[in-house]
């Protein structure tokens, strides 16, 4: 879906949650295969019963691919990814698990490198069904401003 937004279109404190998405145990046995991550965490169930979480556990960098993917509902020309910052992982992913994301704008300010653009700060939280934080990062995007505010 598009949604054309300028920079001047976002607000603070503004959020959306996306749908949900239940991580299996087969993505994790692919994103293994994609990654070349074949750490016992993820993939040894009877180490695991040794370890601290007792069981085998989601990537995190499948957690962010997944709890990302999920927030790609909207495309708007006037805006890219500058980056992620800030990416964590504070509670581990099961398969079992599901999981779906809030994006809230944190900020937004100009870009003095790029007069024509803003950046603006999406908080991104990943939670799962008990509503625990799985993830967290910020993502930046730089969004076009309007003709009249170049």
Excluded: W
Aim: aromatic share 12%; net charge negative; glycine share 8%.
């Amino acid at each position: 879906m598009e949604k054309e937004q300028y920079f001047e279109d976002y607000a603070v404190g503004d959020s959306r949650t996306t749908f949900a998405r239940t991580i299996t145990e087969a993505d994790i046995v692919f994103h293994a295969g994609h990654s070349g991550d074949f750490f016992p965490h993820h993939m040894d169930a009877e180490f695991c019963k040794t370890q601290p979480f007792g069981q085998r556990v989601a990537h995190g960098t499948m957690t962010f691919a997944i709890g990302i993917g999920l927030t790609a509902t909207q495309i708007n020309p006037r805006a890219f990814t500058y980056g992620y910052e800030r990416l964590r992982f504070p509670t581990p992913v099961y398969a079992g698990d599901t999981i779906r994301t809030t994006v809230s704008i944190g900020s937004k300010t100009d870009d003095p490198k790029r007069p024509g653009y803003g950046k603006v700060v999406e908080v991104c939280e990943t939670r799962k069904q008990d509503g625990t934080t799985v993830m967290y990062c910020e993502h930046v995007l730089l969004v076009e401003k309007r003709e009249d505010d170049k």
